[in-house]
C-alpha cells in the first residue's frame, strides 16, 4: 500500500501558437489544432488519475493527489503535444506550471495558492518548458524526482519568500543526461512491446501507461468502429503489465497457445506474448486493427 501523502497538486498548461494558426488559417482550423492539443492534454490528466477542473480555451487546470502522478502527467502531455505534426508550417507548444497548496473549488473558476503559484509559474515557462516549486519536488519519489533539475539561474518569489523552482528535463533529456540511471536499467529489465499497423509502442517501469481507443490522442489509436472512445489501457504495477477494460463491447486477449479471453470493465495481467482485440474477438479481426504484443526481458 502507498504511503504516499495526498496532496493538492495543481497543474496549470498554457497551449501557445493558436493565435498564429488563426491568424494564418481562420478561427475554425485554429480550433481544430487546439482542441487536438487539448484532448491531448486531457487524456494524460486521466491516465496519471488526475482531476480536471477547467478546460477553457488555451488554458486548462487539473489537480492531482500525488505529486509523481502531477508530474508525470505534464512529462506525458508535453510529449503529447510536442509530437502532433505542424499545421501550415506551425507547431503548437505547451507551457506548464505546478504547484502544491491551498485549492478553492466552487466557483466559476479555481482558486487557492495552488492555482495562483501553479498559473504563475506557467507564464514564467518558456515554450515547451515546465516548472514545478520545490513543494512539489519535496513530495516526488527518488525515481520521478530525478525527472526534474533545480533551476539555478531564474529567482521567484511569493509574498516576499524566495520560492525554489526546478524544471522537467526535455524530451530528448533524461536518457542523455543519465545513461547510467535506475529509469534505463529498469527499461532494460523488462518491456512490453505492442505491435499496431506497423508501429511499435513500448510500457515500461518508467512509462508506465498507454492508453488504446478509437479516439484521436490514444498511443494507440484503433479504426474500428466497435472500439470505444476510450477503450483499454495498458498498466505496469508490482512487475507486471495489467490490461485493463474500459469499454462497451469489452476487449478480448488472445495468448499465444491459450483460448481467447474476453473482458469486460475488468483488468488481466498480460502473459508473455498475444493479440488484444478492442471490442472484437480476435477470430473477426478482418482489419489488421488486432495489437500484438510481447514481454521481454533482459538480465
Not at 58 to 81: E, G, P, S, T
Request: net charge negative; hydrophobic share 40%; glycine share 8%.
Amino acid at each position: 500500500m502507498s504511503t504516499l501523502p495526498e496532496l493538492n497538486c495543481v497543474l496549470f498548461a498554457e497551449i501557445l501558437g493558436n493565435q498564429r494558426l488563426s491568424e494564418k488559417l481562420g478561427d475554425a482550423e485554429a480550433q481544430r489544432a487546439l482542441d487536438r492539443a487539448r484532448n491531448r492534454i486531457m487524456r494524460s490528466v486521466e491516465s496519471y488519475r488526475g482531476r480536471s477542473l477547467l478546460d477553457q480555451a488555451h488554458r486548462l487546470i487539473a489537480v492531482f493527489k500525488r505529486a509523481d502522478d502531477a508530474v508525470q502527467a505534464a512529462a506525458d502531455m508535453q510529449d503529447k503535444v510536442h509530437r502532433l505534426p505542424p499545421v501550415s508550417g506551425i507547431n503548437l507548444g505547451l507551457k506548464i506550471g505546478l504547484h502544491c497548496g491551498d485549492l478553492r473549488t466552487g466557483s466559476d473558476e479555481p482558486g487557492g495558492s495552488a492555482v495562483e503559484l501553479a498559473g504563475r509559474l506557467a507564464g514564467l515557462a518558456h515554450p515547451g518548458q515546465a516548472l514545478l516549486t520545490g513543494e512539489v519536488a519535496l513530495h516526488l519519489t527518488e525515481s520521478v524526482r530525478s525527472l526534474a533539475a533545480a533551476v539555478m539561474d531564474r529567482s521567484f518569489r511569493h509574498e516576499g519568500i524566495e520560492i525554489p523552482l526546478f524544471e522537467l528535463f526535455s524530451q530528448d533529456g533524461p536518457e542523455a543526461a543519465m545513461p547510467d540511471s535506475s529509469l534505463e536499467e529498469s527499461e532494460a529489465r523488462i518491456r512490453l512491446i505492442l505491435h499496431h499497423r506497423g508501429s511499435a509502442h513500448v510500457v515500461t517501469e518508467a512509462r508506465p501507461i498507454l492508453l488504446m481507443g478509437r479516439e484521436e490522442g490514444n498511443d494507440i489509436m484503433v479504426l474500428d468502429r466497435r472500439a470505444s472512445r476510450h477503450h483499454a489501457r495498458i498498466e505496469w504495477r508490482g512487475g507486471r503489465f495489467y490490461l485493463i477494460d474500459q469499454s462497451t463491447n469489452g476487449t478480448f486477449v488472445l495468448p499465444n497457445t491459450e483460448i481467447e479471453i474476453s473482458l469486460k470493465r475488468e483488468e488481466y495481467p498480460l502473459p508473455d506474448n498475444g493479440k488484444i482485440g478492442c471490442g472484437f474477438s480476435l477470430e473477426e479481426d478482418s482489419q489488421n486493427e488486432a495489437v500484438r504484443f510481447e514481454v521481454r526481458r533482459q538480465d
